[in-house]
């Protein structure tokens, strides 16, 4: 017995694995030979493998999730780039418009994104991958097999941990720890709404005439004036210089996001207000600003995630949303709690 003891004893004080080996480590699929790419010339895995430790990280810049990964993936891009590692985009659209090469391009370059990044707009790669959403990651080691894969926000730190032990067995001199994130509390963190998507393929819009005034259900949409349903966006079919055409949206949480368009004749207003009054400098998101009388808005210039409230707790709001003119798109909202706060380019 004794014997039997001092062996757990000196088993237990030997240095435990770096990580546990999958039980599975697929060769990762090679990337479109004719996509097209940003920040860098063609890649592929063949050229890249025997080099590179490669994060392939799927995302989406019209999603409030992945628009919250990319100071995470901007970090590493920056730390780790000459240590071995890759940090690989994949862009994969969600909407029509981010099919357009220009517009994309124009995106990475104000969001600051200065790692390759794919155009993936028939999602020929996330099918080879079998991806589910964004965002989603894919660490490759340096003999092509995919390592680790990760779905949704957080796990950074075992991602991180993961990355370091590829890039060592790989012969790479780990350099000094980036900062990591904390990891979210459970506790204050309050709640937010589901994301709400419009247009045909949407939620549900109520018009006006069939809604009362005042809505408690969350995520509720009621619609004032003359609107087209497009399949993935409600786009003002009237001029309304009056804004007497809006949008109303029942919902909680700190932040309020909307994904919106500008009319086809070039940049339009949007005026918002919440809880029937104008927004003001202690609720007002980044994107909005002031007219002479106080009244509050923004300028649309392109399809891209526009902020619109900040809010000191999670309470229920009214938020109303008033393009002016007439083709103007929403194709959605998006909401953060106290612990997914984001701050937009």
Not at 14 to 33: E, G, I, N, Q, V
Not at 310 to 326: E, G, I, Y
């Amino acid at each position: 017995m004794r014997a039997a003891a001092a062996l757990l004893a000196a088993l237990l004080l030997l240095p435990a694995p770096a990580r546990a080996k999958r039980a599975l480590t697929p060769p990762a699929p090679d990337f479109p030979l004719d996509a097209v790419w940003f920040n860098a010339k063609p890649l592929t895995l063949e050229r890249l493998h025997d080099r590179r430790v490669l994060l392939v990280a799927f995302f989406n810049t019209a999603n409030i999730n992945s628009m919250r990964v990319l100071p995470m993936l901007k970090a590493w891009h920056q730390h780790y780039e000459l240590g071995g590692l890759m940090v690989v985009g994949v862009h994969t659209p969600e909407y029509e418009f981010q099919k357009n090469p220009k517009l994309v391009h124009s995106e990475l370059k104000r969001l600051g994104i200065r790692f390759p990044v794919m155009l993936d707009d028939e999602r020929r790669y996330w099918r080879a991958l079998n991806n589910e959403g964004w965002p989603a990651f894919y660490l490759i080691d340096d003999k092509g097999l995919i390592a680790y894969d990760h779905l949704g926000e957080g796990g950074y730190r075992e991602l991180e941990d993961e990355m370091r032990v590829a890039l060592e067995e790989a012969g790479y001199k780990l350099p000094g720890a980036v900062a990591k994130p904390a990891a979210a509390s459970a506790e204050n963190c309050g709640g937010m709404s589901r994301e709400v998507n419009l247009g045909k393929s949407g939620a549900r819009t109520t018009s006006l005439e069939h809604a009362a005034l005042t809505m408690t259900h969350d995520g509720d949409t009621v619609s004032a004036g003359q609107w087209s349903a497009e399949p993935a966006a409600l786009r003002l079919a009237q001029k309304n210089d009056d804004r007497a055409a809006f949008l109303r949206l029942s919902y909680h949480g700190t932040q309020a996001f909307a994904l919106l368009g500008p009319p086809p004749a070039g940049p339009g207003l949007f005026y918002v207000r919440q809880d029937n009054m104008w927004l003001h400098a202690g609720n007002a998101g980044k994107s909005i600003v002031f007219d002479d009388d106080g009244r509050s808005y923004l300028s649309v210039s392109a399809p891209e995630i526009y902020h619109l409230t900040q809010n000191p707790d999670d309470s229920t709001h009214a938020l109303v949303v008033m393009p002016v003119k007439a083709g103007s798109a929403v194709y959605g909202f998006s909401f953060s709690d106290r612990c997914l706060h984001v701050d937009l380019p």
